[in-house]
């Protein structure tokens, strides 16, 4: 969970996740449905669905045994690489395996003064052999933690607290300051320039490019320097939330299930269709799709609502915001495989993305007769200073394997 998302978002998921599913088997035993309702709104949904492949591989496969080696861990586990690996290896199982994420990168970069690209094939293998030879093998699992944490709160991107860091004194960038600062041309005796490591035939390419002179500005910020990175691109979807207001037991929007690889793949959304600049008008696409799922529907009552822009890791999508609202009309009560009619208590619980809340928002705000009979759904979500409960308590039966009377 904590991959590419803050702690504070992360801590009301996992507490109702360790809630929900203790043990490795609990979560074996789970849908791929369940999964993505509690992993909706983290984003990188294809986490959640390799967590669960892994838990049903070790218990159906592995006998309940975890791997207990970074080596292992990346063979035998879908979705676990080389920094997940090295983490629970080193961690749960205190094996003497080194970690490197963002935080570490940045302190690797700094504390060397590498100054080329980190994503670059030659760097990170480099970073890699660093955190390998500096992993404490007596407090493995302390040790790439503290790494991790001096990264997040000390040696910050924008902000570093270099006045309070424990490694200042082995630190090559701020030492390169503090020699910016005295003279551009001399150096503490004793104290080699990084720029040494470059052989005579040619320019060390761990270093500052050449091409990019020292900001005095930036300060330890110098270190690493930023790849250019490709803006996302940009794409153009139409979605709809159909509605009966009437429906049996209560008015209900219709949801259609997303395939089962790719983007937000399995997680449910309104009918939406890909636009093309050359293509058909958006109106037309989408009420095709939408008799697709629901058979004949009045044209003249589809309502463009809006817009909502929603980026992405690497896609800025734009959705044209539709309703219909089936008022009068007969009720559709029978959904296809792949679709359903939920209420609107159950939208908010369901497995949706961020995005199509933001959609039903739009609708929302254009629909305050239907909204007033309905109160918004809230997700309880066990508040941060509670004790804990007893599946965090006892994370490590989370590692057991199966007891030979389970079932």
């Known amino acids: 969970m904590l991959q590419q998302t803050q702690v504070a978002t992360v801590i009301n998921y996992y507490t109702r996740w360790m809630q929900k599913w203790p043990t490795l088997q609990d979560l074996a035993s789970a849908s791929l449905e369940e999964v993505n309702q509690l992993w909706a709104g983290l984003g990188y949904y294809s986490r959640g669905r390799r967590l669960q492949e892994g838990a049903q591989k070790v218990v159906e496969e592995l006998g309940g045994h975890m791997p207990c080696t970074a080596e292992t861990l990346q063979k035998l586990l879908p979705g676990v690489g080389r920094y997940t690996a090295g983490a629970i290896a080193s961690i749960a199982f205190g094996q003497a395996a080194g970690v490197v994420d963002g935080n570490v990168v940045r302190v690797l970069c700094?504390?060397?003064?590498?100054g080329a690209d980190p994503s670059s094939t030659l760097v990170s293998q480099q970073l890699w052999s660093l955190a390998q030879q500096l992993v404490d093998p007596a407090r493995p699992g302390d040790f790439n933690q503290a790494a991790?944490?001096?990264?997040?709160?000390?040696?910050?991107?924008?902000?570093?607290?270099c006045s309070s860091c424990p490694v200042q004194s082995l630190c090559r960038a701020h030492q390169r300051v503090m020699r910016e600062q005295l003279s551009a041309s001399?150096?503490?005796?004793?104290?080699?320039?990084?720029?040494?490591?470059?052989?005579?035939?040619?320019?060390?390419?761990?270093?500052?490019?050449?091409?990019?002179?020292?900001?005095?500005?930036?300060?330890?910020?110098?270190?690493?320097?930023?790849?250019?990175?490709?803006?996302?691109?940009?794409?153009?979807?139409?979605?709809?939330?159909?509605?009966?207001?009437?429906?049996?037991?209560?008015?209900?929007?219709?949801?259609?299930?997303r395939p089962s690889s790719g983007l937000l793949a399995g997680l449910w959304e309104f009918p939406t269709v890909s636009l093309e600049?050359?293509?058909?008008?958006?109106?037309?696409?989408?009420?095709?799709?939408?008799?697709?799922?629901?058979?004949p529907l009045p044209a003249t009552y589809l309502q463009h609502l809006g817009e909502v822009v929603h980026t992405f890791s690497h896609i800025k999508l734009t959705y044209q915001v539709y309703g219909l609202v089936l008022?009068?009309?007969?009720?559709?009560?029978?959904?296809?495989?792949g679709a359903r009619w939920l209420t609107r208590e159950e939208f908010h619980t369901a497995a949706v993305s961020t995005a199509m809340k933001k959609v039903f928002r739009v609708y929302e705000a254009h629909q305050p007769g239907t909204c007033r009979g309905f109160k918004r759904s809230q997700v309880s979500t066990p508040s941060t200073r509670k004790k804990p409960s007893r599946g965090q308590q006892v994370l490590d039966n989370y590692f057991q394997p199966v007891s030979s009377t389970a079932q």
């Open 110 to 114: 700094r504390v060397r003064a590498v």
């Open 148 to 161: 991790m944490e001096l990264g997040a709160t000390v040696c910050t991107p924008q902000h570093p607290l």
């Open 186 to 257: 001399q150096s503490p005796p004793g104290i080699p320039d990084v720029e040494e490591c470059a052989p005579n035939t040619g320019r060390c390419q761990l270093c500052l490019p050449h091409t990019e002179s020292w900001n005095h500005t930036l300060g330890v910020t110098n270190f690493p320097r930023k790849p250019s990175r490709r803006p996302p691109r940009e794409e153009s979807s139409a979605t709809c939330i159909l509605e009966q207001p009437r429906a049996p037991g209560g008015a209900r929007v219709l949801l259609v299930q």
């Open 277 to 295: 600049p050359s293509g058909q008008h958006p109106s037309k696409a989408l009420l095709q799709e939408l008799q697709n799922w629901a058979g």
């Open 327 to 337: 008022e009068g009309q007969t009720s559709v009560t029978a959904a296809p495989p």
